[in-house]
């Protein structure tokens, strides 16, 4: 926009002198110059003008031309962010949709094994109880089928009824470690008299034993012991039945028995606690661990 408030001082100063000219004669040939000089400036400041307002509406288009540009290239760039938004969403939600179904089939294959476990657990448990009963039931046979004893003159009392195999021996140990050393063997040896089959029958009798070794009757409790050892070679208290026997000698005065004992215990179970513990057994009565060989004489040379 053109703008001419800059100009008007000198348009005037201009216009003054052109009306006192008349009024005070014939202007001096320097006054015409100035006025001419004047009158050129005047054309120069117009052009100069009429320049800056055409270059000054060339640069207000090149801006607004800058300015649409501008607003293009961020509408172009908002829309291709928003496309590469939608394919990277679509792209991995295809992608990760398989792997969200092999999770769930991982975790849905756990639940599966987990609970086959706890069903193997409570068949083995079922298994253990359904043993034991025909355990029970197989040893009240047994004893069932013994030919009866011959019919006293005198009407017989009823026979007392036999508790079950696990009753027994609960109950024998029960009584063991509450310091009935008696009662606990005598029911002890009734659980050897109707179970001799059952799996805890050597346990019964290496239980007698220790209760012989409690009421410090050790001879009795090396014969225990002893027993152990030949009727249940194979058990797996029988390490622990030699080893006793060992300690219920040495405690009964039968050194020379004791370390016998002791380094059998030493040379068949060297690899178990009860190898060490003859070990130190030997140790604490002052003897080696096994019998050195006698040395071979050496013959003279005819």
Known sequence: MRSTKHFAPATLFLGFLSLAGPAFGAASREQQEMQRDIAQLQDQV??????????MSAIQVLVQQALDAGNKA??????????????????????LQPIAGLAAKVDNTNNDVSEVRNSMADLNTSMNKV????????????????????PPQAAAPPAAVI?????????????????????????????LKFYPEDPNASS????????????????????DFDAVIERYPASEVTPDAMYSKGVALRKAGRKTEAIATFRAVVAKYARKDQGAQ???QLKEMGVATAVSAPATPVRRKK
């Open 46 to 55: 117009k052009a100069l003008q009429s320049s800056f307002d055409q270059k």
């Open 74 to 95: 961020n509408t172009g760039v908002t829309v291709l962010n928003s496309t590469v938004n939608q394919t990277l969403d679509r792209e991995l939600g295809a992608k």
């Open 131 to 150: 043993m034991q009963k025909l355990n029970d039931i197989d040893n009240v046979l047994k004893v069932l089928s013994a030919p009866p004893a011959a």
């Open 163 to 191: 508790p079950p195999a696990s009753t027994l021996f609960t109950n024998a140990v029960r009584d063991q470690n509450g310091g009935k050393f008696d009662l606990a063997i005598s029911e002890f040896n009734d659980f």
């Open 204 to 223: 019964a009798l290496l239980n007698v034993g220790e209760c012989h070794m409690s009421q410090l009757k050790y001879d009795q409790a090396a014969q």
């Open 278 to 280: 003859a070990k130190d």
